[in-house]
């Protein structure tokens, strides 16, 4: 079958063909609980372009010859192929999107509801993903789309879209009318982060993004105020909110100094949320003391998240904003998202 | 000045005039905490029929000597007229509304932020209260409206509208996208609930009425279902819900049988929340024990939440339908209630 | 192997002989998960007298075909026997304890961590269970025990241990310091409750039983205060918590006029949680509305509790009494548990 | 009246006279709501060390003329000496402890009942505190000791056993049996810290110091393993921990690299909370994300937190380790708290 095959990192992120175009075999079912799909969409993350640069390999690949070559996309949806000799109520054809961490469901965090917290594969992270025509993965890892909804219209809903969820539940469990809260970026996150706070609480949503593709789609979203991050961004939101700053500051970049600016524009009291990453966060421990302030790290959500995300989707609550490449255009969506001109989410189609 | 006044309990509700018009003498200052505010609408509420046919006289008037003649009315919403020697930050002409219930701010139940549960007097309901000219209450009791609210706007969120968003609060901490929530009634309390579950969660909203006017006031409201209570509503629910029930049901009636129906649309592991009253609650143990549902009870919110309350009405998200009479027509006005003739919440104004 | 078989209701009690000793096919492994536990104790629970007298029957079995003959038992604990092609991790001999609930792993409750609300088998209550020589279960009920604890020393935590530890866990996630606990019934599930509580809170803790074995058991187990229920213990809990009641209350026994007394014995805004069933639950709406209480029904717990319970008992934090049988006396204990002969939990020992 | 008055700030801590003994006007009644409480005793915290080397000033009194002379001493308890004219319910010669912050009880964050975070003086932080025979404070400040308690043994409960517990009823509401909190530093704060745990959860506690005589007072204290902190202390915490970490950390030093090492023994999903401080928090954001920890500043109790911390105090499960020095002794007991000389608190007695 086609596929997108990282062969090596790129640390300096000059090249222009970070990946590369093969035929290889097709998966095949190994254990009575597997499943293959058939791609229909998946997301280009600027996980993949982390990959690349080798920000994971410190961690998973420190001497570089454990996971390459590998096939990238860990955000995926599609139709049913063909299914393992214990899964019930999956046929070929259904149409599915795919949570992207193989659980085992027998660890303590899977049985606490955690499964993303368990060990296992990350297909398009540890293993091969979906930037191809089929991708394996298992029953647990299956939420069957409702009838409104098509892969492509959910693929980048699958990790973008479920870590969005997941940080804006964590955070609307305590936003009240009358408090506020601050989304840093405006991209392939943000902008599901936006419609979910929308739909969930009734807090004020402060956006903030560096262009103006960005605080457009923040007003499309439903955000209560824009705010451009040209450097006056904190004393923007602290004019906006008192002087006292936002009870939730939610940063979806995580890098170019939000890390900085957006505890800054954390109240005292206040949760500072980070999903991007990339930067370092600083602060003296007296100051988050007297402030009580809190940092909180988000991953992606639970299987049970996906479910409650496609049921935003299918109720139109949450719309992506895609941009499709086909699926041998890979090369291009990753420069379009690295070089800031993907307006939403990229996906590659097979 | 002008006032409305309880003279005796009524217990058949037989009569056509419950209350008298009189002039009494105006509240003064006592302790260097009170406010005078001057009535600008007084909510007309069934804890008002309830006080007159003897319902709060077995608790809190057992003899029939302690409470009468009072001024009823516990729902108001005025502009300050005078204030006490320690008051700060309120003068003369400041619109406002008035949270019911008088806390001393010094008890443990106050100090924990849940005010209503201190002791201390709550007029119109064992003291004079606002269906008059002026009102005395307390520092404490006063949320200053912001410029787009005028008294009669709100009135009815005073105590209707806050009992209704606490409940709602409650609930929504745990509900989720893909989950229901069910409303029985749709008067004066629950097309308030209606707009906060909107505004609050993502949770699919079931809202149920006897009447034509509530059905056709759910959908204004936002309600994703309308359920006519014809027998067939807890099939209904059912049917709506997978044959499960609902994770969480409001229910603002309390009486003619939504105490059994209320219960048996509660999904297993999920929550009949009561708040309208007069029937009695039901249920074999075994029952409640194997689906491990709960059943809780709920009462006015607390003084912050009536902040929060009003961030919402200021924000347009919560629109009162009102419907106004004069203060002398105040038995019109209960009439119209106990005849179920009132849309939304009815309001006397002086 | 030998087993011990229900082959009728009765629903009088008044037989002396309500199981049958009989020699049984031994149960084979069937699926790929499958897992067959060599019993080492099986605990003997009210619910056992509850389904020999017909109250699940109405529930399961309206026609009385479905279930009998059936082996009871569903409190089982003993050592690895044999298992299915797909266990890992498990060999013959290793000592386990067998969450009662078979659950499949996958329906939503399961993925948000609440296994025993799935759909599923529940051994020795609805097909055989572990009054026998073996028990045929799956590697998702599987708990290992550590080295400290015996089969025999932990079999009754699999039911009246999880159920007991599961009510204490709601409870005490936000019970304070300074705020009081009710614990009616001082049996099989109140002498772990009362020993879990004293472990995970500092609230003040008041026991309550009929008789001095349980009251003499509260002692042992750490309760503050004991209560004689002698027809004065709503006043005496008003008396020891300043004429106001516990802000918890957990009812293990539900019947006899508990459901009454447990109710009057709650505080405003406390919550009344009720575990042991055969009464009905009973108060006027009225009363719940203005006094914000909840009433919370409780189930078993979760695998992941059980293995949070088996941490206590590791810790030596929760001690069983127990009273050993005889596997073929299985009609003694059982006559001993409905004469209030037995002190702590009875368990039989194949 | 006798009194301890910080006369200038003394940043390379150099001086051996940090404060000086003075004669000064005794406090007099202002508002109605104003208390005057004899001092029993005052705690010497490492906040006065902190104010003395000018860590606060830099917040608080930037040019260095706003504070001093100032009385310091913020962790009070006594007796009743004299109450304003609207103080009910207290006269001379009550015992009892002082909440340090002074509330105005109408704010938003006091009538949600996180009074510390309103507005308004500190005694001993930013006005005159109790380091002194008379101290002015308010009504609202005051909570009455049980007959069980004298003053002396409780003052540092004030604001050192406030903070701890504070801090440890965070964590209990989430921490399990069978999970793992470690409590770095065992000193004042610290001592008490691990008292509160052990009384108010059944995780396994792991404490931390560098001193012998901080790990028997751990030992004493309860916790369920000691770690002497000499560079391996992470590795140790591993160890004990299956190689993940401890599910809560709680640091009460923040200086000397516990940060670094605090929260390299938080385990994934796992909180670090931060109580002293000095040090600066720095992590990368992809460790941080990655692993989805989160970072809790955490600052002293509330009122109604200190009346839970009393109750605690009252039945014995916490017990202070205190070190008295007269008041003229003042300077003494600052150095022997800055050489590490103290076990548990000092105190001051006039």
């Known amino acids: 079958m086609r596929a997108q095959v990282l062969k090596s990192y790129d640390e300096s992120m000059s090249s222009n063909q970070w990946i590369t175009a093969e035929n290889i075999a097709e998966p095949k079912l190994d254990k009575s609980t597997d499943v293959i799909v058939r791609i229909g969409a998946a997301g280009v993350c600027r996980t993949d372009l982390h990959i690349i640069e080798g920000v994971w390999k410190r961690f998973m690949d420190p001497d570089g010859t454990r996971l390459l070559p590998m096939v990238l996309g860990h955000e995926n949806a599609g139709w049913i192929e063909e299914v393992g000799s214990d899964v019930q109520g999956l046929k070929k054809g259904d149409p599915v999107i795919v949570h992207p961490k193989i659980s085992d469901g027998l660890c303590l965090a899977c049985r606490r509801g955690e499964d993303m917290h368990g060990e296992g594969p990350f297909p ?31 693929a980048a809903h699958a990790d973008a879209g479920l870590t969005a969820y997941r940080v804006v539940k964590k955070a609307t469990r305590t936003l009240l009318p009358g408090q506020f809260c601050v989304v840093i970026g405006v991209g392939g996150l943000g902008h599901i982060g936006l419609q979910c706070l929308k739909s969930m609480c009734a807090s004020e949503i402060i956006a903030i993004d560096r262009s103006k593709v960005g605080l457009d789609l923040a007003t ?54 980070v999903v991007g990453y990339g930067d370092d966060i600083n602060i003296s421990s007296a100051e988050l003391v007297l402030t009580e302030r809190s940092i909180v790290g988000n991953l992606v959500g639970t299987w049970a998240e996906l479910t409650e995300l496609m049921s935003l989707a299918d109720k139109g609550r949450v719309k992506l904003i895609t941009k499709e490449y086909a699926l041998n255009d890979a090369n291009q969506a990753l420069r379009d998202l690295y070089a800031g001109n993907v307006k939403g989410r990229a996906i590659l189609v097979p």
Do not use: S, W
């Not at 398009?124 to 299956?142: F, H, P, Q, S, W």
């Open 220 to 273: 499309e979203c439903g955000a209560d105020h824009v705010v451009k991050a040209d450097g006056t961004e904190v004393a923007q939101v602290l004019e906006l909110t008192d002087g006292k700053g936002a009870e939730a500051v939610i940063d979806f970049v995580g890098e170019r100094g939000t890390t900085v600016t957006g505890l800054n524009m954390t109240r005292a009291h206040g949760t500072y949320f």
């Open 124 to 154: 398009g992270v540890d293993c091969n993903g979906g930037y191809a025509e089929l991708l394996k993965t298992t029953v647990r890892n299956i939420v069957k789309l409702p009838r409104t909804l098509e892969p492509r219209d959910v």
